[in-house]
């Protein structure tokens, strides 16, 4: 079974500080992983994918199959990056559907 | 914002009944989704739909159940079965289930009287 873990149910830094949320999954084959944000009174949306392996508001996040890990990064943080934000996996074959992580409210304080 | 609508916003069930949750999709994607939100514990799967007349149970399944006779609408049902129904409750679609990107509804919070 694939599972995802975010051991940080919430996470605090300063505004300009970097900031790093973890994700580690358990997959056997090979996962596609995701970065799913909910700003405050907003819809759940895409933030980044690691097969697009692109960067999206200054953050970036490198799958590391040997750690098992997606962290996500951003070297400077900004007061409009607070939010909910949850790390996703998508297996093959009978578990293509997405399984995702419980979640890190990120708060960057003025 | 827009493509998937979920209706009602807010939902109130008295016990032993059954409510329908809404969600309407205009993207002209394949596949849907119903998730449930709680805090703290991220989001759960309840039912998927790759196809219309085709779905399949999630990881959290027991007390709902769904229907898919139209492309562009998944209706979820939260049955007298679910004893603990009070979430918020997510729809997503995706072009198919193949590891794209979902695109998510704006909720639907269901409460217990």
């Known amino acids: ?32 992983l995701f970065w799913y944000v909910q700003y405050s009174r907003q819809r759940l949306q895409l933030l980044l994918r690691h ?17 098992t890990s997606f962290h996500l990064k951003k070297p400077f943080a900004q007061e409009e990056d607070s939010a909910m934000y949850y790390c996703a996996l998508s297996g093959s074959g ?17 | 914002d827009g493509g998937i609508t979920q209706s009602p916003k807010y939902l109130f069930r008295k016990e032993g009944q059954n409510v329908t949750l809404s969600c309407e999709q205009n993207l002209n994607h394949d ?30 399944a027991e007390g709902y159940s769904v229907s898919r006779e139209k492309k562009e609408s998944f209706p979820l049902t939260v049955t007298s079965a679910q004893k603990n129904p009070t979430a918020f409750y997510l729809c997503a679609s995706s072009p198919r289930l193949d590891g794209e990107t979902q695109y998510f509804g704006p909720g639907t919070r269901l409460l217990v009287l």
């Open chain 1, 51 to 67: 097969i697009s392996r692109e960067s999206i508001k200054g953050f970036t996040a490198d799958l590391n199959k040997g750690e």
């Open chain 2, 31 to 60: 596949a849907m989704y119903w998730y449930r939100q709680d805090p703290g514990q991220g989001l759960r799967l309840i039912y998927y739909s790759q196809i219309v007349n085709d779905f399949q149970k999630g990881d959290i």
């Open chain 1, 94 to 110: 009978s578990a293509r559907q997405l399984t995702f992580g419980s979640g890190t409210q990120l708060t960057v304080l003025p």
């Open chain 1, 1 to 32: 079974a694939q599972r995802v873990t975010q051991p940080e149910k919430l996470l605090s830094v300063f505004k300009g500080a970097p900031v790093e949320l973890k994700c580690n999954y358990s997959y056997s084959g090979s996962p596609e």
